[in-house]
Structure formats: C-alpha cells, structure tokens
C-alpha cells in the first residue's frame, strides 16, 4: 500500500509551518506501519493539542483529537475497551511532560500497551512559542527574554525511571532509524516510548540563533551519537539515540482481563 493511501489527502497542504521536523516524524510513522502491513482498521491514533497533534487530522485511521494533556488518558480508555488495536499517541512537550506529565508517568508505571510518541522540539510552537519542560536552560522564549533557568527532563531517563518497558531516542534527520525504532515500539507488547528530535525553525531557531531547518537538522546529525559509541567516549557532551530499554514484562489489558476471569469463576 502506497504511503498515501494513508493520509486524508483534502487536508493537504498542511498546516505546519515551513522546516518544521512533525511532517518528518509523520513519514516515519507511515513508512513503519507500511512495512508492517497493519491495516487502518486495526490502529487508533489519539491526541492532545499542539502542533504535534495535528498529526490525528492527516491520517485515515480511527482518531481522537482529544483535550490538552489527556490524550493518554483518552488512549487508556480505548484501549481497555478495544486491546486488539494498535494504540499510537503523538505528543509534544506539553502534552506528554507538562499538562500531561501525571498521565505519562502512570501509563508507564501500568505499562499498557500504546505507543507514546514525543516530538521533542523543545518549545510551545503553536501558542507562541514559550519554553517548555524539554526547553532546558539558557534557552530563549517568548516567556524566557533573558535565558530560562529552568533544567529540562531528559525524556529517556524519566520514562525508564517511571516503569517504560520500551524506550527509544532517534531525531528528524535519522528517518530510517526513526521508521525502524517506531516499529518496534508499535510491535513491543507494553508502554514504549519514542523521544523523536524535531527542528522548530520559526520559534526555538529564530529565537536562538539556530539557523533555519537545515541548520538545526545538521545539528541533529552533529551532536548525537549511536548508544555506546566510540565517539560518546570520547566528547560525552553528545547525545545518544538509539534503544534504551526494551523489556518484557505483563501487559496491562492482559492482566486485567485475567482478573475478571478470575473475578467471574469467583461468583
């Protein structure tokens, strides 16, 4: 099947802006459920607000364009109610780590089975472009004139400290590692998370002198390293990408079901 037969196609042009990295991140997402061979019918893709979110409007599958923050919650509820479909969330910075912080850490810690993917642009793009939980510091804002001072998550560590069975960092410019990784996340059995880097041009790069996409993609090549590569040794300022944990462990849905079964020889 061709990738555009799984878009909504009169939603197109798109609504992201110019160099942005989400467009990017949408191709990897279609390439791996291409080769997966999954049909539209069995995936449900839900959402919360923010430029990431865009996502659920140009696809063909099942969609929930759901409220800032909840868009796991609403996930979790469609999942219990359906486990056989392949639940895949897109988020952003708020979305998954600010509004949305509490409902990340505790589908984690159930590990129920839905694809958490965060689009890393390290800024509140559509609302004008605030810092966020991924800003870090030094960065500037709109909110943050003078540098912000506020530390940022590091998304891998926070979703394997919080019970994450599957775990993976890839960027906008690594698209058939990015492909790959969102693959094996959607086929992991449990609560996998891909962390994807993803160029803001028109806010965080014109903001803070990063250049326009090209620029900030090229920054992606530079600046990040396989997992356990020669060159994180030797310069550990880099970032490594790659799969961080990925666990078996019993799946929530599964073991709900087992509790009912359970719950009705009972009776």
């Not at 810690?109 to 965060?118: E, H, L, P, S």
């Not at 356990?228 to 073991?255: D, M, T, W």
């Not at 709900?256 to 020889?265: C, G, P």
Request: glycine share 10%.
């Amino acid at each position: 099947m061709a990738l555009k037969a799984y878009l909504r196609e009169r939603f197109f042009p798109h609504l992201w802006c110019p160099g942005c990295g989400h467009g990017t991140v949408l191709n990897g997402l279609l390439q791996a459920i291409e080769k997966m061979g999954l049909s539209r019918n069995e995936i449900v893709m839900v959402s919360g607000i923010g430029c990431s979110s865009r996502i659920t409007g140009y696809v063909d599958f099942h969609t929930l364009h759901t409220i800032h923050g909840r868009a796991l919650a609403f996930a979790t509820g469609v999942k219990m109610a359906r486990p056989e479909l392949n639940l895949i969330v897109p988020m952003g910075d708020g979305d998954a780590l600010a509004i949305g912080g509490n409902h990340f850490i505790h589908a984690a810690r159930r590990n129920i089975d839905i694809t958490a993917i965060v689009m890393n642009n390290r800024i509140y793009g559509m609302t004008g472009g605030q810092f966020s939980p991924l800003s870090g510091e030094d960065v500037r804002a709109t909110t943050a004139p003078y540098l912000t001072i506020d530390p940022g998550f590091d998304v891998v560590e926070l979703s394997k400290a919080a019970g994450a069975t599957f775990v993976a960092r890839t960027t906008t410019f690594h698209i058939k590692q990015m492909a790959d990784i969102i693959q094996q996340a959607i086929l992991h059995e449990g609560f996998s998370v891909v962390e994807i880097f993803s160029q803001c041009p028109t806010y965080f790069g014109r903001k803070n002198k990063a250049g326009d996409a090209v620029d900030m993609i090229a920054y992606y090549k530079e600046n990040t390293t396989p997992i356990g590569s020669k060159a994180k040794k030797e310069n550990p300022n880099l970032i490594e990408r790659g799969i961080f944990v990925q666990n078996e462990k019993p799946e929530y849905c599964n073991q709900y079901e087992q509790l009912v079964q359970k719950a009705m020889k009972g009776r």
